[in-house]
């Protein structure tokens, strides 16, 4: 059955786009003969857990390379990379008031 509706979706359009219908896995050999010659991306490639992809790869090399700069970074303080400056919001405040108005300014009123 799961042969048969690969078959029949694949190619299909559904609003207005191509449906690419394929098996998910890439322990399924039998849908490998129907497939076509072009070259498709890696992200639509079938999942394979038991090979290294190159991405897998050129992330441990970024994080390798993070590490890296990070020690230095640590062993070589404000030489390249200025703290960050202190905004405006973080001091306190000048003049602390002791009461939230004053009298004279409320009898006014009445």
């Not at 490998?32 to 079938?46: A, G």
């Amino acid at each position: 059955e799961a042969e048969q509706a690969i078959q029949c979706l694949n190619g299909k359009l559904a609003l207005s786009k191509k449906l690419v219908v394929r098996w998910a896995h890439a322990q399924v050999k039998r849908y490998d003969h129907n497939k076509n010659d072009k070259i498709l991306p890696i992200s639509l490639e079938p999942s394979s857990s038991t090979e290294p992809t190159q991405s897998n790869l050129s992330v441990t090399a970024k994080i390798k390379a993070i590490e890296a700069k990070l020690k230095m970074m640590a062993e070589n303080p404000d030489a390249e990379y200025p703290a960050a400056p202190v905004y405006s919001y973080f001091k306190p405040p000048d003049k602390k008031r002791t009461t939230p108005y004053s009298r004279t300014a409320w009898k006014s009123r009445r």
